[in-house]
């Protein structure tokens, strides 16, 4: 059967397509962009009837219509990878939670540990004249997905940005059930605002370490679009890009004429990552363009992969961490904020890599709801905070007042090298702190 004779056949509605789902069933929503739309709303129409039904996906760009209909709270339960700040708020109904992993494992877990999945739905690119369906900037784990899926349902939609890769970046027409038509807007994941002075300090602090031909790996937020925008600024060349998540800032980067690619040991010539989010410059950008490499996320995030790469530079962001330095980078104390993702992945990866390092970053300070100056270095992390980073682990610090390598220090040379880049306001009450805790030699100045 020629295959668009065979996409005409699996052609339906979403109505008619989301009937599928029974109770109690597994269902796969898809991941960031690739959340389905026009299924989603059919299945909220479905809500009252169906009861225990468990979704997985994560990153979610806009609010989902299932769960916004009557009884979902009772009704449906989602469980997210990784949390956007949509998710967050969804904490609060009872029925969203977790799931703790190390993002590299996700296929490998899917494959080998999960329940078998009922019904996996989720959006693609148009397809190909071969029969191919792309996952557009969502690799990651969907490959491993549509393995376990007992029911998949392709959500075609003609915003969908078609990603190149090599391997696992798509689905051919063949393994799918049910095709869905959609011409929605794909979700846009803004930068998280212009760079503050204190993001443009760190910004700086860390550029200067980044050597021509060193290959990028950028986390999401204010500090790392800074490193980025200072990037394109500078005089640095052939830079290569090995990421977990693409972003802004690396087209800005590769406009700018720094990303050639061209020092890579691996994908020489190509910007590799496991899934994107951002505004349209991304995706128009990423879009049928061979320079990049849709890629799963046991590839992306392995640290295997990227001990591969020298000069393998991993710049993310922290919430907070203490003089033991161990690192807090998706909770305020028992609040899910984010997920573990791939941070530790990288953390480690990077100092495996010739002349590679990893850089965790977060401003000195905050101001708290009541408008109160609080440290993110902390004496010991906050009751139930998260240690995304164990300490062994973590190589270099940055705040707007300096930079540390923590890789070897003992206790008390590492409590005093966090000092030094605290807030002025807290370090004096850290000290006192630290010496409490037998972190602090009596023979350092106070």
Known sequence: MAFEQEYQKKLTSADE??????????????????????????????????SDVKFRGGILLRPLACFSAPEANERLTWNSWHMSGIERKMIANGNTFYGALRYSELPRWIRENCEPIDVAMFQVSPMDKQGYFSFGPNASHMAAVCERARVII?????????????????????????????????????????????????????????????????????????????????????????TEMYVDAFVDITMAGKITGS?????????????????????????????????????????????????????????NLDLFGQVNSESAGIKQISGAGGQLDFVLGAYLSKGGKSFICCSSSFTDKQGNLQSRILPTLDNGSIVTDARPNVHYVVTEYGKVCLKGLSSWQRAEALISIAHPKFRDELIEQADKMHLWRRSNKR
């Open 263 to 319: 020092q890579k040991s691996i994908d020489r010539g190509r910007q590799t990552f496991a899934f994107g989010a951002g505004t349209q410059k991304l995706y128009d950008f990423i879009n049928d363009n061979p320079s990049c490499m849709s890629a799963p996320v046991s590839y992306t995030n392995d640290a295997r992969t990227i001990a591969q790469i020298d000069n393998f530079v991993s710049i993310n962001n922290a919430v």
């Open 17 to 50: 397509a989301v009937k599928v789902v029974k109770s109690g069933d597994w269902v796969d929503f898809g991941w960031c962009t690739g959340t389905p739309y026009a299924l989603d709303l059919a299945l909220a129409k479905r809500v009252p009837e169906l």
């Open 154 to 242: 392709v959500e075609v939609n003609p915003n969908m940005p078609r990603c190149l890769g090599g391997f696992e970046e798509g689905i051919h027409v063949s393994k799918v059930d049910m095709i869905v038509e959609s011409d929605s807007p794909i979700g846009i994941l803004g930068g998280g605002g212009p760079a503050t002075e204190v993001d443009e300090a760190v910004a700086k602090l860390i550029v200067e370490e980044i050597p021509n031909g060193a290959c990028l790996q950028l986390g999401i937020g204010g500090m790392p679009n800074a490193v980025g925008s200072l990037i394109a600024q500078s005089d640095l060349k052939d830079l290569g890009v090995h």
